[in-house]
Each structure stands twice: as C-alpha cells, then as structure tokens.
C-alpha cells in the first residue's frame, strides 16, 4: 500500500485532479485488467478523483496492490511460483509512480521486505 499525498499551493482556488496512471518501475499496472475483473480492481486507487480547496488544502489517495497470481502474470510476462516472484520482488528498491491528469507525478521509491 502507498498513500500519495497532495497539496494546493494557490490560495483561494479549488481545484480537482485524477489519477490517470500507476507505474510500478516505469511499467503500467493502473488502470488494467489484471484480475480479469474491473480495471481499477486490483491494484486498487482509493480516491482516483481528488478535490482541494482552500478549506481543505491536503488531500491523500491510497493505492494497494494485491501480489497474487494475476498480478505475477501480468507484470512479470509469465507464471513464477509465489516463493519466485517474492524472490524477484524482493530484490532491491522499487519506485511506484502516481501520475495525474495535468500531467504532474509524485514518485516514491519502497523496498519489500519478509
């Protein structure tokens, strides 16, 4: 899970952004058909769509992806076993990357550990 915070720097404005795309070490996991089920299923944007205001100048999304399966299929080309794609995954850092419709992006790099 990664929470993205954002922040509006202009006073007196409101101001509506969406997620548009997730990236997991530059590749596209958000919106797709992972799971075979809705797009936004799995990895999931909690609030694709955020609204600031100058009552309300901080604004959080959460984004969670599942590391099942589907997922291993998908970002990684073919079919590991649970304890290979833990192995791969688990080796160094990676950077998720939130990109929004005015073409602004937050990065953050997180390391998977256990």
């Given at each position: 899970?990664?929470?993205?915070?954002?922040?509006?720097?202009?006073p007196?404005?409101t101001?509506t952004?969406?997620v548009t795309e997730?990236?997991l070490?530059g590749?596209?996991?958000?919106?797709?058909?992972i799971?075979?089920r809705?797009?936004s299923?799995n990895?999931?944007?909690?609030?694709?769509?955020?609204?600031l205001?100058?009552?309300?100048?901080y604004?959080?999304?959460?984004?969670?992806m599942?590391?099942?399966d589907?997922f291993e299929?998908?970002?990684?080309g073919?079919d590991?076993?649970?304890?290979?794609?833990c192995?791969?995954?688990?080796?160094?850092?990676h950077?998720?990357t939130?990109?929004?419709?005015?073409?602004a992006?937050?990065?953050?790099?997180?390391?998977i550990?256990?």
């Amino acid at each position: 899970m990664c929470v993205a915070t954002v922040k509006l720097t202009t006073p007196n404005v409101t101001k509506t952004i969406k997620v548009t795309e997730v990236l997991l070490d530059g590749r596209p996991v958000w919106p797709c058909n992972i799971d075979g089920r809705k797009a936004s299923t799995n990895p999931y944007v909690v609030t694709p769509v955020i609204k600031l205001k100058p009552t309300n100048v901080y604004e959080d999304t959460t984004i969670t992806m599942t590391l099942n399966d589907n997922f291993e299929v998908y970002y990684f080309g073919h079919d590991y076993l649970r304890e290979a794609i833990c192995g791969e995954l688990r080796r160094g850092t990676h950077l998720i990357t939130v990109i929004f419709d005015n073409n602004a992006s937050i990065s953050e790099t997180f390391e998977i550990k256990g």
